[in-house]
Nanobody, 129 residues
Framework: QVQLVESGGGSVQAGGSLRLSCAAS????????MGWFRQAPGKEREGVAT???????NYADSVKGRFTISQDNTKNTLYLQMDSLKPEDTATYYC???????????????????????WGQGTQVTVSS
């Protein structure tokens, strides 16, 4: 069973930066997709960024140019560098993983919640104005 544990959340003022980490166990970084989703109070969970096994990345329009997804295969860790944070980035951020590339890597599936079988518990990010 793949296990994902997020860390790095916290409170920051608008314009600040945070880096989220997702430590994965029993997951092979050489397959499938890994990504970050977020859910704000009263809103649906949405895709933020994903990285595929071939290194291709995808970002939601709302975070392009401000967030960067990366992974360190030697440490089995996924990262999300968040810069120029805005109050609307406030949410619980979840790490997600899927080993079946076909499930998550075509069309808009990268941001589809059902495309990912494995989820972390989430880490809270709060951005104040």
């Amino acid at each position: 069973q793949v296990q994902l544990v997020e860390s790095g959340g916290g409170s920051v003022q608008a314009g600040g930066s945070l880096r989220l980490s997702c430590a994965a166990s029993r997951y092979t970084y050489s397959s499938g997709c890994m990504g970050w989703f977020r859910q704000a109070p009263g809103k649906e969970r949405e895709g933020v960024a994903t990285i595929f096994i071939n290194g291709v990345t995808n970002y939601a329009d709302s975070v392009k140019g401000r967030f960067t997804i990366s992974q360190d295969n030697t440490k089995n860790t996924l990262y999300l560098q968040m810069d120029s944070l805005k109050p609307e980035d406030t949410a619980t951020y979840y790490c997600a993983a899927e080993t079946r590339f076909i499930s998550c890597a075509y069309g808009n599936r990268w941001s589809s919640i059902p495309a990912y079988r494995y989820w972390g518990q989430g880490t809270q990010v709060t951005v104040s104005s």
